[in-house]
């Protein structure tokens, strides 16, 4: 059985007045492997660019797979217990 994994991207913008206005997106969409997802963010990027109010800032992009199901599952549990204790210490 092959495990398929998609891709998600991030498009980094940061101002060339000022380097400290920093911007990080996740793309809405996912991508089935690394390369179409790099294909993507390069459209995306060229888009933004050619726009005139984008032109002085710095893109750059990046892709991620997705967290398999172990770690999202790990992610929603301690999450869950986060709020249980944060409930029982307000009830308190």
Request: with cysteine; hydrophobic share 40%.
């Amino acid at each position: 059985m092959e495990l398929f994994v998609p891709f998600m991207l991030f498009i980094l913008g940061i101002s060339d007045e000022d380097p400290a206005q920093v911007e990080l997106v996740r793309h809405p969409a996912l991508y089935a492997d690394e390369a179409d997802c790099l294909e993507a963010g390069e459209q995306i990027i060229r888009a933004r660019v050619t726009q005139e109010h984008e032109s002085s800032i710095t893109f750059h992009m990046f892709c991620k797979p997705m967290p398999d199901v172990e770690e999202f599952n790990r992610l929603t549990d301690q999450l869950e217990e986060n709020q249980r204790k944060l409930r029982e210490e307000r009830s308190q």
